[in-house]
């Protein structure tokens, strides 16, 4: 196992350049990363009190630093103590600007503008929080996206992914024996997307669940028989609905909302050529 230090320096929250550096660290095997975030650094003293940092703990640095001096200050330090550096927005920016014939006008955390795009997000997270496993039924039709699952099959945290992209997302328990609101059914309702898992795979969580808190584990719940008859259930719901359907075994959150966001964008399509 090889370990090395990993430093991200960012002049906003280090978003971005987390998400670039985890996309590449995944691609090795056999590493161990200690991860160093700078954020928010916007001054040269600041370049220089992270660059004594660096020293101290010298290994690969990642930054998006917009504002050229900082980020040449940067640059510049750590070539002189032999430390690798990459600018990781400077080519993506450069071959953009060319596309474009525009220049780029830098200024740290634009994209995190007080915009209508940002409040669209907020209303999407609120809405999520209060629609959230069952709550709130007639107000579905208000929904972009509602998501029906037995449980433990990542409802809940797939809405709030969602909601991060602006989407309008509420779920809902498929439960034996209990009746799913009627808001789903309606001609001009909400698009609804099902979500399952393997059966095997869901009694493992199950489990986990229970014992977190402390629960009786001889229960239908975990039951193997009536576990497989409550998934082949929701599965009938779906297809006689024609809902689609995903199977969260083995996807992560991610995945899964890539997945439903795609299956809107399919949707959004077809509307327009109707």
């Known amino acids: 196992m090889q370990d090395f230090h990993l430093h991200l320096v960012s002049d906003s929250t280090g ?4 998400l670039l550096a985890r996309a590449c660290l995944v691609q090795f095997d056999n ?20 660059m004594e940092r660096i020293r101290d703990q010298p290994g ?3 930054c998006t630093l917009v504002n050229e001096d900082n980020r040449q200050a940067l640059e510049n330090e750590c070539r002189l103590h032999q430390i690798p550096c990459i600018p990781v927005l400077d080519p ?6 060319a596309y474009l014939n525009a220049k780029s006008h830098p200024r740290p955390g634009r994209q995190h503008a007080m915009d209508a795009e940002y409040f669209n997000r907020i209303e999407a997270m609120q809405y999520a929080l ?3 496993d069952g709550q709130m039924a007639h107000e579905l039709i208000d929904a972009d996206v509602v998501l029906v ?17 602006g989407i309008k997302a509420a779920n809902i328990p498929f439960v034996p024996g209990c009746p799913l609101p009627e808001e789903l059914f309606y ?3 909400p698009s609804v997307v099902g979500l399952t898992n393997d059966p095997k795979r869901l009694i493992e969580i199950r489990r986990q669940r229970l014992r977190f808190l402390d629960q009786d584990p001889d229960t239908d719940y975990v039951d193997e ?8 259930n929701a599965r009938r719901l779906f297809t006689q609905y024609d809902w689609p359907v995903i199977n969260v075994s083995r996807r992560s959150i991610e995945e899964t909302a890539a997945t439903i966001l795609q299956i809107l964008t399919r949707r959004d399509g077809d509307e327009e050529q109707t």
């Open 15 to 18: 978003e971005t350049v987390i």
């Open 31 to 50: 590493i161990q990363v200690k991860e160093h975030l700078w954020p928010l650094v916007r001054t040269k003293d600041q370049v220089q009190e992270v």
């Open 60 to 62: 690969f640095v990642m």
């Open 92 to 97: 993506i920016v450069a071959a953009l600007g």
């Open 130 to 132: 209060s629609h959230d």
């Open 149 to 165: 699952g037995v449980s433990r099959t990542s409802k809940t945290p797939t809405c709030i992914y969602l909601a991060n992209r």
């Open 187 to 189: 001609e001009n309702g």
């Open 225 to 232: 028989e009536a576990v497989k008859e409550e998934v082949s």
